[in-house]
């Protein structure tokens, strides 16, 4: 197995470290591109077997749009897919064979979108400004629970038929077969997750440990079997493919702390991002509150209980923020994400030291350095 091979996407970057970094921008702005692209010529055939007859007159047929719905739309960064082939060209494979597996496994995380109460990108927890109407209607509440169901079914099989195409372009079915063990893994701590996040809302007397865990399952998972997907189907051996997952699940515990520690930061105050998440009557906790909680005396516990009590606005959002600052809450989740940072960086230490590694290395969060105050 080689593992010098250029990179497949562009040339290789100049010495100078302003044009390795201008490279490797264009580098996954140009992987992204091949994704989307991929995305869009597929999405007609998933839109379509996610249609659902409804009587004429009936509340579904009435609110169902004339276009495909959100959970059927490219959504977010694309991290998942990016890391899916990242880790495949980490461990010396080529693009083509494992792209239709990074699409494949957007369209899982389209389903899952697709599966909650919120459209994609809608959770009221992540307003800009809090307090304000969010103007994108549930999913749920748009066409219908039944409808909503199946549309979010749907791209969950458009996986094994992106697999297929994967051992069409060459990859082994042992691979393919292991590939499926891995998501299905996976897909088992998501529920086993969110069944413990559901039980969390609007509950502050949560343990932080009980929250790591369950954010391992939620976010850590999903991404630590992107990595162990695209190493595999590349035919990494055991070694680096481990190391991939280690690397992935403690990148998403980092990023998913280095976001919920975003209302700590002054430049992303600014922006009113909330103190805590999860749907305007059923808050969900994050780990800072937590802390903060743990650490509060009893005027500054009251304080929390009564704010986190209160559907999102302004005024809690900028209370949670005070009370979360003044108990210091917010500095040990900040090592928390130093932490996870340093075990992810760490795993891929394992691999050979190629662009695509360094690629990687790059997703990894930068330890908060700024004033949280």
């Not at 297929?164 to 299905?184: F, L, M, N, P, T």
């Not at 998913?256 to 805590?276: N, S």
């Not at 994050?286 to 986190?308: E, G, I, K, N, S």
């Not at 190629?354 to 330890?367: D, I, K």
């Amino acid at each position: 197995m080689s593992t010098a091979q250029p990179d497949p996407l562009l040339p290789p970057a100049s010495g100078a470290a302003d044009a390795r970094q201008r490279t490797a921008a264009a580098q996954d702005a140009r992987l992204a591109d091949l994704i989307i692209g991929e995305l869009d010529r597929r999405l007609a055939s998933v839109a379509k077997h996610a249609a659902v007859p409804t009587a004429p007159g009936t509340p579904a047929a009435r609110r169902a749009p004339a276009a495909p719905a959100p959970p059927l739309a490219p959504m977010g960064g694309l991290l998942r897919p990016l890391l899916l082939v990242r880790s495949a060209l980490a461990v010396g494979g080529t693009l083509a064979p494992v792209l239709p597996a990074a699409v494949g496994l957007e369209y899982v995380h389209m389903g899952s979108l697709g599966h909650r109460t919120g459209a994609p990108g809608s959770d009221p927890g992540r307003r800009d400004v809090p307090g304000a109407p969010d103007p994108r209607t549930a999913v749920y509440d748009r066409l219908g629970s039944a409808t909503a169901v199946v549309m979010g079914s749907t791209p969950l099989y458009a996986w094994f038929e992106a697999l297929s195409e994967c051992a069409a372009r060459g990859v082994r079915e042992d691979r393919i077969a292991a590939v499926c063990r891995v998501q299905a893994e996976a897909g088992r701590a998501v529920r086993a997750g969110a069944t413990r996040e559901r039980a969390t809302a609007g509950r502050l007397d949560i343990e932080a440990e009980h929250w790591l865990e369950t954010a391992r399952l939620t976010t850590a998972v999903p991404f630590a079997a992107a990595c162990r997907v695209g190493a595999t189907l590349a035919g990494a051996p055991p070694e680096w493919t481990d190391a991939l997952a280690v690397y992935g699940e403690q990148l998403g515990m980092a990023l998913r702390l280095q976001e919920e520690l975003r209302p700590y930061v002054p430049e992303r105050t600014r922006r009113g991002r909330r103190a805590h998440r999860g749907a305007a009557y059923e808050p969900l906790p994050t780990l800072p509150l937590l802390l903060a909680f743990d650490r509060a005396d009893v005027r500054q516990h009251d304080a929390l209980c009564r704010a986190f009590a209160v559907p999102a606005g302004a005024g809690a959002f900028r209370l949670i923020r005070s009370l979360v600052i003044e108990t210091g809450g917010h500095r040990v989740a900040a090592g928390f994400v130093q932490r996870y940072a340093i075990r992810a960086a760490g795993a891929l230490t394992a691999l050979p030291d190629t662009s695509h590694r360094r690629r990687l290395e790059a997703l990894v969060p930068t330890p908060v350095t700024g004033p949280l105050r």
